[in-house]
């Protein structure tokens, strides 16, 4: 028997990283070990990877808002204050029973990070184990079997000073100030397929058949107070999926000329029930090399080849695992039916209903080519995608189930666009190489359906009213905005609470409302640059969004004096410097005034190195160099960052800027 080992071992990788609020930071450590043998002439491969990372967090939620509405000329600390010595805004400092908090007032930011000591632990082991076996009595059959294996443990702890604005309620009572929670995830993976390889002619088949079993597991336990056990009750969590696959592929490769591929899927998943467990997803590609039959003898033309494509897709991520089956919920002692002189613990049952695959079927047609001996490259695609019985959440008819809301199949969606790449070699030569790669893409969705054609709203407006700033409807965009239209005066400023009539009832109401703009871009362009000038490197690339908007609510809920003259002890907006308006209602909040223009440029990096060619007498390598990350974004967009996900900015983390510098040694 022989036996050729390929190994390699990584061993004890280490990040440290400190994010960009005061107490934010990340540690991981890291052991990878990779084998890959073979035995029998090459007729067995086996191929492990294992791999176990630790990282450890602190964490620092969510102090953008109050960053930017505390008073920015109060100080941070105040020596006199029972808040740990941390500036905040008090009423009735000598209650007998404590002091209490001023209300609406906003907290000090510094003071929410460094009272909350908030840190999660997570150990992660995962890894593949693959036998590939070539048959001896028939070379162009192999047999394959992957086992996938991920368990990822963590846990959080929430430790906040009890003298901390957080940590209070009302009358001074102390709410949860030690809060834990542990959760495991286990990913178990069997993908067993067989694979046949075999020249007929001038045609090359490959065919493969398999089965593929993956099993989710989580499990944990979660809103556990460890200082007061009573305080929360301690849960257990139980969320299983399983997926199971049968799956097919055909490769014909005819005369190196004509290439097809037919694929078809069978999948069933345990979040469905068993009515609409099952969806079936074909695909087939086609490619033809038309270069060699049209354009032969061309200089000019170097490639030259035709692509079609057709795929059917599913979705089963529904993020509740038995909504198809009615559930009933534990009662507490005050929630429990009596049937006799015995207690039951019966609770409210759950909502539920019937859901099925969310199925995406797409057409494409590209075009891939090269000119001047390839020096100038590209593809070009357009597409469509229809997409069918599509998840949200979304709320029931009144009486109509045992909750608001609830994920539903509620409607169609079609996507249309097309896309062209272009990768150009400049210059090329043995002191001087540049190449630089240009893409755009187009495209436009449109909602074709909901289900009994009523819209549904989406969006929070980021003032707290439980209000919905987003719209779903028939013939727009997903999640377009929906607002009032603002009326302005001969001066071109806007006039507070004053909203177009749309509807010409004399009142202005939600019905109103009307569909403005929506936050996908109307182009989007990308462009990167290498260049080589004897030993020197220097790359970047930049990535420009055309035309998307946001609803700034963090603008639309600050603009207003009375947030000042009311005594909320809050910063406001300098945008009400343009507006005077005094007070904020839903209306305001959803004016089409707050609705901006994203379009954004944006460099996503840039890099300067020099390569040292004959290192240590000729034995090695060695490149130092320096970088950028996001160095820097051009817009007139008045928010912090206008690439954020759903066109809603309530605050993000922000995007930092890292400076880079770096040595890679090749021997």
């Not at 067993?192 to 989580?218: H, I, P």
């Not at 694929?263 to 270069?291: C, H, I, Q």
């Not at 559930?327 to 049937?339: A, E, R, T, W």
């Not at 007139?636 to 066109?647: N, R, W």
Request: proline share 4%.
């Amino acid at each position: 028997m022989n036996c050729l080992t390929e190994f390699q071992l990584v061993f004890l990788s280490n990040t440290y990283q400190e994010g960009l609020r005061l107490t934010n930071e990340f540690t991981r450590n890291s052991f990878a070990l990779n084998m890959s043998p073979t035995f029998f002439k090459e007729h067995l491969k086996i191929r492990l990877s294992a791999n176990y990372t630790n990282q450890k967090n602190r964490f620092a939620d969510g102090v953008e808002g109050s960053a930017i509405r505390f008073d920015p000329t109060q100080p941070v600390y105040d020596a006199s204050s029972p808040s740990d010595g941390f500036f905040e805004y008090f009423q009735n400092v000598n209650n007998p029973d404590g002091p209490q908090y001023a209300t609406p007032a906003i907290s000090n930011p510094v003071a929410q990070l460094l009272q909350t000591n908030d840190r999660g632990q997570n150990n992660r082991l995962f890894g593949n184990f693959e036998i590939d076996y070539k048959f001896h009595f028939l070379p162009e059959l192999r047999a394959v079997a992957n086992f996938g294996y991920d368990r990822n443990a963590g846990n959080r702890r929430v430790t906040r000073s009890s003298n901390a604005r957080s940590g209070f309620q009302n009358n001074n009572i102390s709410r949860g100030t030690n809060y834990y929670d542990e959760s495991e995830r286990l990913n178990k993976l069997l993908d067993t397929y067989l694979v046949y390889n075999k020249k007929f002619g001038k045609v090359d088949f490959e065919g493969t058949a398999g089965y593929s079993y993956q099993k989710f597991e989580n499990s944990g336990l979660a809103g556990y107070n460890s200082t007061d056990p009573s305080a929360v009750q301690r849960v257990f969590v139980d969320d299983d999926v399983v997926l199971i696959g049968f799956f097919g592929r055909t490769n014909f490769n005819i005369n190196d000329k004509y290439l097809l591929t037919l694929t078809y899927r069978r999948d069933g998943t345990s979040r469905f029930g068993e009515d609409n467990r099952w969806g079936d997803f074909p695909a087939a590609a086609f490619a033809w090399k038309l270069k060699d039959d049209f354009f032969k003898d061309s200089k000019f033309l170097s490639d030259l080849k035709l692509r079609l494509g057709y795929g059917v897709t599913g979705q089963q991520e529904i993020g509740n695992t038995l909504f198809y089956q009615q559930l009933y919920n534990i009662g507490d002692p005050n929630s429990q039916y009596v049937f006799g002189n015995t207690p039951l613990p019966v609770g409210v049952p759950s909502a539920y209903g019937p859901l099925k695959w969310e199925e995406t079927t797409t057409y494409n047609a590209g075009v891939d080519f090269g000119f001047l001996n390839n020096r100038v490259r590209g593809t070009f695609d357009l597409f469509y995608k229809k997409s069918n019985d599509l998840f949200q959440v979304a709320p029931f008819p009144d009486g109509g189930n045992y909750s608001n809301e609830g994920p539903q199949n509620v409607g169609d969606m079609s996507t249309k666009g097309a896309e062209i790449s272009l990768d150009i070699a400049l210059f090329n030569s043995d002191k001087f190489d540049w190449d630089i790669n240009v893409n755009a893409t187009k495209y436009e969705r449109r909602i074709d359906k909901i289900a009994l054609g009523n819209p549904i709203y989406t969006g929070a407006t980021g003032a707290g009213t439980g209000g919905t700033s987003q719209i779903l409807q028939e013939g727009f965009t997903p999640n377009s905005f929906f607002v009032y239209k603002q009326l302005y005066n001969d001066q071109g400023q806007p006039i507070e609470g004053a909203f177009a009539d749309l509807n010409g009832d004399g009142i202005i109401s939600g019905d109103d409302r009307y569909i403005y703009y929506n936050a996908d871009p109307d182009l989007l362009l990308g462009f990167s640059s290498n260049i080589r000038f004897n030993n020197f490197d220097f790359a970047f690339n930049l990535r420009a969004s055309i035309g998307n908007r946001i609803l700034n609510t963090i603008k639309s809920t600050t603009s207003y004096y009375s947030q000042i003259e009311d005594g909320q002890l809050q910063n406001v907006s300098t945008n009400v410097l343009n507006t005077n308006f005094q007070n904020q209602n839903g209306e305001n909040v959803l004016s089409d005034m707050f609705v901006e223009n994203g379009s954004f440029l944006r460099m996503d990096y840039a890099t300067l190195g020099y390569t040292f060619q004959n290192w240590l007498d000729g034995k090695a390598k060695l490149r130092i160099f320096t970088g950028i990350q996001n160095p820097f974004i051009i817009t007139k967009y008045s928010g912090l960052d206008p690439e954020l996900t759903g066109g809603i900015d309530s605050t993000i983390y922000p995007r930092q800027r890292q400076i880079l510098f770096g040595v890679n040694v090749k021997f």
